[in-house]
């Protein structure tokens, strides 16, 4: 089994890659291999929306015309058994380039038919991972629950069964004081990090694990 992690933030080492790495362990745990692609280290843009993945008889049939660096992550996905997908959240929603990798990934399955028939037919699972500074309290309030359900619902429908963790109030910087982050208590925020974090993690595993079974 084949695992593909996708970190989506700009920050290695930080929350969402950790979150991904131990997500990608836990499906190894259960004996995938796995592969793990920083979003940001590739150069692309999102859907162009030329069609040709539509194109009845075209060579891009189903498949994402655009020749750049995500075209090759693409084709690992579509020969993965399960995907991981982790994003920061910035200013209420996940990072440009998680929402580029999602034009190209669900895009070149839709079509326009009557019946509404998707052109891909496999199936495979997909663990959304979503941290971000506000509290679980302001998750509602911003309508982050909302949102990420529709993820899911749009994963779940074009790619396969989907499951989401959310990862809220996560540490942004080892020094608060460089930046102008005045509401933010930098105590309360590494605190949490030492005693909430770790679980976070292990949840992170168990979504990891999920995807293999």
């Not at 997500?23 to 004996?31: I, M, N, T, V, Y």
């Not at 509290?135 to 989401?164: M, N, V």
């Amino acid at each position: 089994m084949k695992v593909i992690g996708i970190n989506g933030s700009p920050r290695k080492g930080w929350n969402t890659d950790l979150l991904v790495q131990e997500a990608l362990k836990g499906a190894a745990s259960k004996g995938a291999q796995t592969e793990l692609v920083h979003l940001y280290d590739l150069n692309f843009k999102g859907c162009i929306s030329c069609f040709e993945c539509k194109r009845v008889g075209g060579k891009s049939l189903e498949h994402c015309a655009v020749n750049d660096d995500l075209k090759p992550v693409l084709a690992k996905i579509d020969q993965a058994d399960a995907l991981i997908i982790g994003s920061p959240i910035y200013i209420s929603e996940v990072t440009a380039s998680v929402r580029a990798l999602i034009e190209r990934l669900t895009f070149q399955h839709i079509t326009y038919r009557q019946d509404g028939r998707l052109l891909n037919t496999r199936r495979i699972h997909t663990a959304l991972i979503f941290d971000m500074n506000v509290s679980e309290s302001q998750l509602d309030a911003f309508g982050y629950r909302a949102k990420f359900s529709e993820y899911e619902k749009l994963f779940t429908r074009i790619i396969g069964p989907a499951k989401s963790l959310c990862v809220t109030a996560t540490l942004q910087t080892n020094d608060y004081g460089k930046y102008d982050m005045t509401a933010l208590n930098e105590a309360e925020r590494k605190q949490r990090r030492n005693d909430v974090f770790p679980h976070d993690l292990q949840k992170s595993f168990a979504l990891g694990a999920w995807l293999t079974a």
